[in-house]
């Protein structure tokens, strides 16, 4: 009984406290609708509705729900390109960031440990990596568009499905993506104890079973760090990207919402990339504890 | 022809303007099926003198070789027990020592391999844990798991390089005996290192004092006479046990004294010169005041400090 009471308290009662704060200060910051009647010249009554409060544009966090309803219960809807059940367009974005977060795998794993392995290497490759991380990935974008400017594929009805601006999220996605692996992957090459590379020398292992008995798993676990926080900026830049490219996607939506002057839907985005960010996060936490563990 | 022969063999660390020699003029023979102790203080480069023997490193000079053989590099002819176990954590107890016998023994069956392994577990009163990670087992288990994984390479020589000192009293009692009785087994080419006198005397047929560093050398060896009878250790209490023991432990202090090292360390005293009362605080004539003076910031003096 005392167990349920604290386990109530601690883990409901708090986070309950916490969100309705939230509910609140939102209300406030959006204001709310007055209505005054008025006459006008010819003595009818007129309703009119101002809104007042410090954001008067905002929508209350009830105008929110009624605009976001049916995106919600009807998840999956497809009403047109650009017109679906949010979690339809989650799963858009979702499948490009899969393809992007790949490829920054893919590339970032093998370099960092070159890095980790190679002190001439990193001497060469630091300063063009130290400034190449910073970037955002807006300024990305468009060097991927010149990049693959002549990129086009076509399926049987000469619609393209691959074109540039495809290739430019993806290789927007990967080259932020990218850096946390090769760091993490890196330091964790070079953190692996010595002892470990002794036992390798001591046995003659060859370079290739020295790298699959060895190195790689002993650094597993700096590797699922890096692709935990790659993950999350994967997730990050595809708003960016699907705002850019306007294809449809939770970002692609949010932006569209937004210049269809319909606000209330981009708070339903808002929430709803912070939802899957956290899931992927807390996803990726437990593959890496696992490894951890060892 | 001595089975291993270390020559003139020398090395240090850093480099030249700043450099510390840690062995120097080191000297070793040691025959086929002898089982010899390198005892030294902590820190005198017993760990270097280990990596040298086991080629992990390459002496500055002189030549290590075993059997005749130039050493070059290390090799699983040589078997190192390490201190700190050096298992591999996401390897079974079995694993470890699979991934040993699988590289030094490619040619066999797998079932003959596979037998082996079980063997050496078994040797080690391990059976039970052989599937257990490193991570769940105690540092004796994990130091049973190196030593078994060391002998199932068949090395010509084996290296226990402090293999003890990371553990409980009560369980290094029982892995020296254990080690003992492994080496009555089949009387392998030893080399232990430790700071352990009667350790040495328990194990070792001689034992051969290391001096303290920099330039740490190896003393004339000193045999042990004791008979190497079921139980050594009550041979420990007797008279002549006692008088290795004090042989042991007074040549290091001998040497310890020789070596004396002197420290140099950069005081830096305060350096003022106190104002001169005599003229009179009320002086009108400020420059007829002298004030406290500093002559120089810091003026660094060296002392020597016998430690």
Redesign the interface.
């Given at each position: 009984m005392d167990f349920i009471k604290r386990f109530k308290l601690d883990s409901l009662l708090l986070p309950l406290i916490g969100i309705a704060c939230f509910l609140i200060l939102w209300q406030v910051i959006a204001g709310k609708t007055v209505t005054t009647r008025v006459a006008d010249e010819f003595g009818d009554m007129m309703t009119k509705n101002v809104r007042t409060g410090i954001s008067p544009d905002l929508p209350t966090p009830a105008t929110a729900w009624k605009a976001s309803k049916s995106y919600i219960v009807q998840p999956f809807a497809k009403r047109g390109e650009l017109d679906r059940g949010i979690l339809a367009f989650t799963a858009l974005s979702l499948g490009l960031v899969t393809q992007g977060y790949i490829i920054a795998l893919v590339i970032g794993t093998p370099l960092g440990f070159f890095l980790g392995l190679s002190k001439t290497f990193t001497k060469a490759a630091d300063p063009i990596i130290q400034v190449l991380r910073p970037v955002s990935p807006l300024a990305w974008f468009p060097l991927g568009l010149v990049l693959f400017s002549s990129v086009k594929l076509v399926d049987a009805q000469q619609k393209t499905w691959f074109g540039a601006s495809d290739a430019a999220a993806l290789f927007t996605i990967a080259i932020c993506a990218m850096w946390p692996t090769v760091m993490n992957t890196a330091v964790g090459v070079r953190a692996i104890p010595q002892?470990?590379l002794?036992?390798a020398?001591?046995?003659?292992?060859s370079r290739t079973?020295t790298l699959f008995?060895?190195l790689i798993?002993?650094t597993?676990p700096y590797m699922f760090t890096g692709f935990r926080l790659s993950l999350g900026i994967a997730w990050l830049v595809i708003v960016a990207v699907e705002m850019l490219t306007g294809r449809p996607g939770i970002g692609g939506f949010l932006w569209q919402e937004y210049n269809a002057g319909s606000y209330s839907r981009i708070i339903l985005c808002i929430l709803i990339i912070g939802v899957i960010g956290l899931v992927l996060d807390r996803a990726m936490s437990f593959i890496e504890a696992r490894f951890k563990s060892? | 022809m001595a089975f291993l022969s270390v020559h003139q063999v020398s090395k240090g660390y850093g480099p030249r303007w700043n450099r510390s020699e840690v062995l120097a003029d080191i000297n070793l023979e040691i025959e086929e099926g002898e089982f010899v102790a390198i005892i030294g203080y902590s820190g005198t480069g017993k760990t270097t003198l280990m990596s040298l023997l086991a080629g992990l490193i390459e002496p500055d000079t002189g030549e290590v070789r075993l059997a005749g053989q130039k050493m070059e590099g290390p090799g699983p002819d040589r078997g190192i027990v390490f201190q700190n176990y050096s298992l591999l954590p996401w390897l079974s107890v079995y694993e470890n020592i699979a991934l040993a016998v699988d590289q030094v023994f490619p040619d066999w069956t797998k079932e003959k391999r596979r037998a082996h392994i079980e063997k050496f577990i078994a040797t080690v009163n391990l059976t039970s844990a052989r599937n257990k990670l490193p991570s769940e087992l105690s540092g004796g288990m994990r130091q049973r798991v190196s030593v078994a994984r060391t002998l199932a390479i068949n090395p010509k020589i084996l290296l226990l390089d402090e293999p003890l000192s990371a553990l409980d009293a009560l369980t290094r009692a029982n892995l020296q005996d254990e080690i003992s009785r492994l080496w009555q087994e089949d009387k392998k080419t030893v080399v232990l290192i430790t700071n352990d006198p009667d350790e040495a005397i328990l194990l070792a047929d001689r034992v051969i004092p290391l001096t303290p560093g920099p330039r740490a050398t190896l003393l004339a060896s000193i045999p042990v006479t004791l008979p190497r009878s079921e139980n050594r250790k009550a041979a420990l209490e007797t008279i002549e046990g006692k008088r290795l023991r004090n042989e042991i432990i007074e040549r290091l202090q001998a040497a310890k004294k020789n070596t004396g090292s002197a420290i140099v360390r950069k005081l830096v005293l305060p350096d003022i010169e106190p104002e001169d009362i005599t003229k009179g605080r009320h002086s009108l004539l400020f420059s007829a005041r002298r004030k406290p003076v500093r002559k120089s910031e810091i003026q660094p003096i060296s002392v020597e400090v016998e430690s």
């Open positions: 002892d470990y002794n036992v020398r001591v046995l003659k292992l079973k008995k060895v798993p002993a597993l060892i | -």
